[in-house]
């Protein structure tokens, strides 16, 4: 059974900082991209970052490039967004999606729809 189990979320003020992890099992984690989304209240699902299972290639938004990190441990079948600088248009419920490495997504900002599994999601709340 594929699995991806988001973690890390919380509540915390402008200008602090959060690391988000993505636990995943059930696939062969080293053929897959994985990228995060974030959905904000009221706003369509957006992804924010990804990286590569291959080379590592990552991949940041505009907005928050420079503030937040991807990394993945391959040994841990995780992977991890450190979120700093943290603003309060950051809030959103943060989502990690597998997708398997092919062209269309190593690099690219995350689309949904290449997309084939995803978390349940994790709640990142910033205060103003």
């Known amino acids: 059974e594929v699995q991806l189990v988001e973690s890390g979320g919380g509540l915390v003020q402008a200008g602090g900082s959060l690391r988000l992890s993505c636990a995943a099992s059930g696939f062969i984690f080293d053929d897959f991209t994985i990228g995060w989304f974030r959905q904000a209240p009221g706003k369509e699902r957006e992804g924010v970052s990804c990286?590569?299972?291959?080379?590592?290639?990552?991949y940041y938004a505009d907005s928050v490039k420079g503030r937040f990190t991807i990394s993945r441990d391959n040994a841990k079948n995780t992977v991890y967004l450190q979120l700093n600088s943290l603003k309060f248009e950051d809030t959103a419920v943060y989502y990690c999606?597998?997708?398997?490495?092919?062209?269309?997504?190593?690099?690219?900002?995350?689309?949904?729809?290449?997309?084939?599994?995803w978390g349940q999601g994790t709640q990142v709340t910033v205060s103003s």
């Open positions: 990286i590569s299972g291959g080379d590592g290639v990552t």
């Open positions: 999606a597998a997708a398997w490495d092919r062209p269309e997504v190593v690099g690219h900002r995350p689309q949904e729809d290449l997309y084939d599994y």
